[in-house]
């Protein structure tokens, strides 16, 4: 799984494109093969894209549109943007494609993102695009500096490296254990870019790295993957009914088989922690949109079935 635009950048100079390229739609069921087969597409927009000579203006904006497409990918966007991003990115690549500028891709992103997601979300891209337009000279206002230790980055990035690790050893990546980890790691993530300085970086990392190392070295009597960290707030308390309702008694024998309604179950029970850290931290509105997310997890672990 690609979490950061350095990695996408990297697809740029690593991944041949025939035909039109078409991912398979949010709504249906994403197995292994399609997610591989939706990665090997992108891989192939972008083995175009560095097929080109570095003058050419397609290549930034085509590089702008397939980062959109790749980064909505994972974060599961169910509007059509992803479908769009890698059109616009096709289209991009064609001779007679009209100039568009990156900062216009990238305002674009800016504005689905808050629509979608909240303005909180679309910090992150406001950040970019400011970077963009105003370049790295003085501003007239002063940024504070960054507090994030430069050695958190680098842990995230190995614990992702690590992760991805055992989904290429076989491990479903539509598994309860798997999609715990991944959750927390994204978490940690979102709040290490937001700039949180509560502690929940480390809290978060800690508890990714703890299912890893299991995944890793299978045989622990008690799988870490079960264990409850204590939540900071317990909002909405009907999901958390609900996750618990949802717990299959024999989870501890069913942590890393496919099962999409169990890894369903998985980011519900962390979307929730995120959620009530949200709300201690900044209040309800910044919680609101993290707990939709967790009602869509509810709802897919509630009706999922094994194929």
Known sequence: ??????????????????????????????????????????????????ALPETSPSRLPA?????????EYDRTDRSALVSEAVARAERALAPDAPYETVLSVQWTWIAHRRATAGFRAALPLLAAAEAREFGPGPRAKPEKPDARPPHVTDRLHALQTRLAALWDGGLSFESYAFAKAQHWLDFATDEHHARDRSGIVATAAGEAE??????????????PALVAPPAPARVHPDLWKKAEALRPSDLAARLTPREPRLAALARLEVQLRWAGHEHSQRGWRAARSLVQLAARHAAAAEFSSQP
Do not use: F, Y
């Open 1 to 50: 799984m690609i979490k950061h635009p350095l990695i996408v950048t990297c697809l740029l100079l690593t991944a041949p494109l025939v035909g039109a390229a078409e991912l398979t739609p949010v709504d249906h069921r994403r197995t292994d093969a399609t997610h591989r087969a939706d990665q090997a597409t992108l891989q192939d927009i972008a083995k175009r894209i560095a």
């Open 63 to 71: 590089s702008a549109w397939l980062l959109v497409a790749q980064t």
């Open 210 to 223: 703890k299912i890893i190392a299991a995944l890793e070295a299978p045989g622990a009597s008690a799988h």
